[in-house]
C-alpha cells in the first residue's frame, strides 16, 4: 500500500472486470477506501475480499447503472458508509458494434441505457458529495473520471451508435468540467485504445470477425495500464487537472 490517496474515497463503476476491477485495486493500494458497483455482486465480494486481505477498504454494491434509482442507491451507500466521496470513476460501459443497417435495435437502446444515461445518473448523484469533498482536507480537491474511448474521438463504419455513445461522454465532460473546475472539481476524460478485457465478448461473432480483426491481433493494453493512467490523474497535485488523456496500444494505427 502507497498513502497518496488515504483518507479520501472512491466509487468505481463496472468493478467486476476488466478496467474498473483493475482501477479500484490500483485506488485501494493508494489507499483509497473503494465501493465497487456493477451487476455481478460474486465478483464485486471476490475482489472486496482481496483488498481488504491486503489491508484496505471495500464495499461491494450490487447495482445496474441504467437504473436511475439504483444508480443514485450506490452513490448514497457509499457515501454514508464511508462518510464521504472523493473520486469517482464512471467506466461500465459496453460496446456492441455492427452496420447501422438491420442492426438489432436493442443494442442500441443497451449502450445508450449504460454508456450515456448510466453515466449521467452516476455524475448527477455524485457531484454534490464531490463538491463537499473538494472543500475538505486531505486533498482539497475532488476528481470525476468519465472512461471514454478512442471511438470517442474518431467515427468509424460498424461503430456508429458506440461512437454516438462515447462521443457524447466527451461533450458532456467538458460542459462539465467547466461548470465545476473552479470549485476544485476536476472532470477528466480516459479514452482507451484496445485493451484486454471482456468488452468484445459481448460483440455479435460475425461482426466480431469483420470490424476486429487486427486490433484482436495486436498487443492490447492490459487494464492495469488504464488503471496506472486513472490513478495518475487522481493523485495529481490540487492545482494540476488532466482533462484528457487518449492511451494506445503502441501497435494501434487508428
Ligand atoms: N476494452 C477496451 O478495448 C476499451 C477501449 C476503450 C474504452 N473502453 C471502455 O472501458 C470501460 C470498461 O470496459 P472494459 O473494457 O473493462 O470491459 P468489461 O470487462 O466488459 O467491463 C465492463 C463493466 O461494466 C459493467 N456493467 C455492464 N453493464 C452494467 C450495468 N447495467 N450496470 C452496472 N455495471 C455494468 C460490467 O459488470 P457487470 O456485467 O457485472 O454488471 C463490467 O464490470 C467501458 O466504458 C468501455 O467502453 C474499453
Known amino acids: ?29 493508494r489507499g483509497a477506501a473503494v465501493a465497487l458497483g456493477a451487476r455481478r455482486k460474486e ?26 434509482d439504483q444508480a443514485r442507491r450506490l452513490v448514497a451507500e457509499t457515501a454514508a458508509h464511508f462518510g464521504r466521496l472523493d473520486t469517482v470513476v464512471n467506466n461500465a460501459g459496453v460496446m456492441l458494434l455492427g452496420p447501422i443497417e438491420d442492426a438489432p435495435v436493442e443494442e442500441w437502446d443497451r449502450m445508450i441505457a449504460l454508456n450515456l444515461q448510466g453515466l449521467l445518473y452516476i455524475a448527477h448523484a455524485a457531484l454534490p458529495h464531490l463538491l463537499e469533498a473538494a472543500e475538505d482536507e486531505p486533498r482539497r480537491v475532488a476528481d470525476l473520471v468519465n472512461i471514454s474511448s ?74 492495469e495500464d488504464i488503471a496506472d493512467a486513472i490513478a495518475y490523474i487522481v493523485s495529481r497535485p490540487r492545482h494540476v487537472a488532466v482533462n484528457e488523456l487518449l492511451i494506445r496500444p503502441t501497435e494501434q494505427e487508428g
Request: negative net charge.
Open 1 to 29: 500500500m502507497t498513502e497518496e490517496l488515504n483518507g479520501t474515497v472512491a466509487l468505481v463503476t463496472g468493478a467486476s472486470s476488466g478496467i474498473g476491477e483493475a482501477t479500484a485495486r490500483e485506488l485501494a493500494r
Open 43 to 68: 465478483r464485486l465480494d471476490a475482489l472486496a475480499h482481496e483488498i481488504e486481505g491486503s489491508g484496505g477498504r471495500a464495499l461491494a454494491i450490487e447495482t445496474d447503472v441504467t437504473d436511475a
Open 150 to 223: 478512442v471511438a470517442g474521438r474518431t467515427a468509424r463504419k460498424g461503430a456508429g451508435v458506440y461512437n454516438l455513445t462515447k462521443h457524447g461522454v466527451g461533450a458532456f465532460s467538458e460542459a462539465l468540467r467547466q461548470e465545476v473546475t473552479g470549485r476544485h472539481v476536476r472532470v477528466s476524460l480516459v479514452e482507451p485504445g484496445a485493451v484486454d478485457t471482456e468488452l468484445p465478448d459481448h460483440v455479435r461473432e460475425e461482426v466480431r470477425k469483420a470490424t476486429m480483426g487486427r486490433l484482436m491481433d495486436i498487443e492490447r493494453l492490459e487494464s
